[in-house]
RNA sequence: GCGGGUGUUGCUUAGUGGUAAAGCUCUAGCCUUCCAAGCUAGUCACACGGGUUCGAUUCCCGUCACCCGCUCCA
């Protein structure tokens, strides 16, 4: 295999990482695997957990204005008309015959002052649209890829029972904003929080999990009164970014791409990507979007319910205008992934500096005097596992017991991992290598003065606490 | 979906027309007073499906998955 393998990038460690160590696996893996589909195993789940539960927190539990929703995946197909994802979801492509390129038939037609024609569900290439990459003519028909996932209601597979897997988490909401507003006591501004899975069936998944068929949403609508767009929406970029970094992903490593005016879509004021930099390129983990009052307007009159909110300051009656930031889940785990992957020499015998190795290097053999170690720098926060404890030594049976005192303690607080197995240092490195920020170990001291030791993932640094200390000390740390 | 590349165990690699080897990891035991130590034993692989053949992991065809480019955007 591989003799001529290039080296390995980035996000090749990661993954092979996430795979060792039980974050990420291949959807049904015995049977082949399938494009666009992951499973995560026990450290993956418990880390979108953490996202989804950091998430929640800071939306819709902090904010006294903000409700949550869980709707659900399937809904009445009508809500996919009045949303414009059946019949404006699927982007029609054609192929260059020549070079074999292909492209949004809408986006070549409009680089060449044309427009697509289009005849109910059919696409035609007006005259003389040449390829973009080659100026060939020899182009295909216009093919429609739908995007939306179908299946059938019921147990009559006839047009009449077809329905479909959400694109997206958004619609729930807004097809619930009546209900919402009447049962929650909510006044303008307030939003909506809901996290959920999404379907996309992309042409082409890419990038690991980056783009996935099924993935996971945390969206807030957040329902203001129209004028104030502006505003609101910069105040949740800001909102938002603060957020991210408080899970490990520092400004620094992020980048905010503001739509132009003239590339958003003719109902929005406003769109803000938030993106990181992953290994294969700067990609979106949330879009910021100012949508006016167009989602509950198409609804209002798609279903010919009316989505109108009677203004008690001022006496009037408006359907009111949204921001929406939309954040995907499985990109923030990646990012996150990405963010907290480290490898590093640190030299034998402890004497001298811990050198931090560059992406170029990452998987080589550590120099000479040198060992290699793998950490996830989680903020302890998102990190799966919080405290790892240890009895120094397996065969003495009262720092075993002890240590498992300590442990059964913690882990009425926290996913805690208990570990005898092997020499200290290799239970500490394994631990480096799911992320865990704090190891407590159990020696004959503790038996002596009831103080354990605590060991720093980041700086391998250790200290003597107290046993009385140690929980009111984890507590502070972990928040 | 199109074009190109790749596919042997958890990882890194070896090898063969007669069903596979090594190191590390992992598991168990012994030992061990704080950073992948040592000793002993053990588990685990030729992506899948056809074809050729007495016999295929090896040759041929197809499929699938992953990676790169086109494309895409939560």
């Known amino acids: 295999m591989a003799k001529d393998k290039k080296k390995t990038s980035k996000l090749d460690s990661v993954a092979s990482l996430c795979k060792r160590r039980g974050f990420i696996f291949q959807t049904s893996e015995i049977y082949g695997g399938l494009n666009g589909f992951w499973d995560y195993g026990p450290m993956g ?18 904010n006294e204005n903000v409700v949550g929703l869980d709707a659900s995946i399937i809904m009445h197909p009508r809500v996919w008309e009045a949303s414009g994802h059946i019949g404006g979801f699927s982007d029609p492509m054609v192929d ?12 070549l037609c409009e680089e060449q002052g044309q427009e697509l024609i289009q005849d109910g569900k059919k696409f035609q290439l007006p005259e003389g649209i040449k390829c973009a990459s080659c100026g060939s003519d020899d182009l295909t028909e216009p093919r429609s890829f739908d995007l939306m996932f179908k299946t059938f209601v019921g147990p009559v597979e006839d047009d009449s029972a077809v329905a479909y897997l959400r694109p997206e ?21 307030f939003g909506i929080g809901q996290i959920g899975k999404a379907f996309r069936n992309e042409i082409n998944p890419r990038n690991y999990t980056f783009r996935s068929r099924e993935f996971e949403q945390m969206e807030l609508e957040f329902f203001i009164k129209p004028g104030t767009d502006e505003e609101w929406h910069k105040y949740w970029v800001q909102k938002r970014l ?41 990609q979106e983990l949330e879009g910021i979007a100012a949508r006016g009052n167009f989602d509950l307007s198409r609804h209002q009159e798609f279903s010919g319910k009316s989505m109108e909110y009677f203004d008690q300051e001022t006496n009037e009656r408006y359907i009111p205008h949204v921001v929406e930031p939309s954040a995907g889940v499985d990109r923030i785990a990646l990012a996150i992934l990405c963010e907290a ?25 550590a120099p000479e005097g040198y060992e290699a170690r793998t950490v996830l720098k989680f903020v302890p926060k998102i990190a799966p596992v919080k405290v790892a404890v240890f ?17 059964e303690e913690l882990q009425e607080y926290w996913p805690c991992f208990w570990d005898v197995a092997g020499a200290i240092g290799r239970r500490y490195r394994r ?3 799911i992320g865990t920020p704090f190891g407590v170990t159990i020696d004959f001291d503790t038996l002596e003065d009831n103080t354990v030791t605590i060991r720093y993932r980041d700086t391998m640094k250790q200290e003597r606490i107290s046993c009385d200390e140690l929980l009111p ?4 740390k972990i928040r």
């Open 341 to 365: 992957y480290t490898e590093e020499w640190i030299p034998k015998g402890g004497e001298g500096e811990v050198i931090k190795v560059e992406d170029a290097d990452l998987g080589k053999r």
């Open 96 to 107: 260059c015959r020549e070079c074999k390129k292909r492209f949004k038939a809408d986006n």
């Open 242 to 282: 603060s957020w991210y970094e408080s899970v490990g992903l520092p400004l620094s490593s992020l980048e905010l791409d503001e739509h132009p005016k003239e590339k958003l879509a003719h109902y929005a004021s406003a769109c803000t990507d938030v993106a990181y930099a992953f290994p294969f390129g700067v």
């Open 391 to 407: 009895p120094l030594l397996k065969n003495k049976p009262e720092l075993v017991e002890k240590a498992r005192e300590i442990f």
């Open 45 to 62: 789940s418990q880390l979108k957990k953490n996202i989804r539960d950091a998430w929640w927190q800071d939306i819709v539990v902090k």
């Open 431 to 433: 631990q480096d290598e």
């Open 169 to 189: 988490t958004a619609q729930g909401i807004f097809a619930q904003f009546s209900n919402v507003l009447a049962t929650s006591r909510q006044k303008l501004p």
């Open 473 to 476: 000390f984890l507590m502070k």
